[in-house]
C-alpha cells in the first residue's frame, strides 16, 4: 500500500523549510486539502512524496 504526504516548503525548496502537513491515502486528497487550506501562494511550494508502507530499507 503506498501513501501520499504532503509538506510546504518555500520557493527553493530547502528541506530545512518543510512543514509537515499530513499523510494520504490518495493524490488527489493531498491537493484537494492543499488548495482548500491555502498552501499554495507566491512564496512557497507543494511537495507531495509518494511512500510504500511496511517497506524496511535504507534511506
Known amino acids: 500500500m503506498t501513501v501520499f504526504i504532503l509538506f510546504q516548503t518555500d520557493i527553493h525548496r530547502t528541506r530545512a523549510s518543510r512543514v ?15 488548495k482548500e487550506n491555502g498552501l499554495y501562494t507566491c512564496d512557497a511550494e507543494v511537495e507531495i512524496f509518494e511512500c510504500e508502507i511496511d517497506k524496511f530499507g535504507e534511506v
Open 20 to 34: 509537515f502537513f499530513g499523510v494520504f491515502t490518495s493524490e488527489a486528497k493531498a491537493i484537494d486539502y492543499s
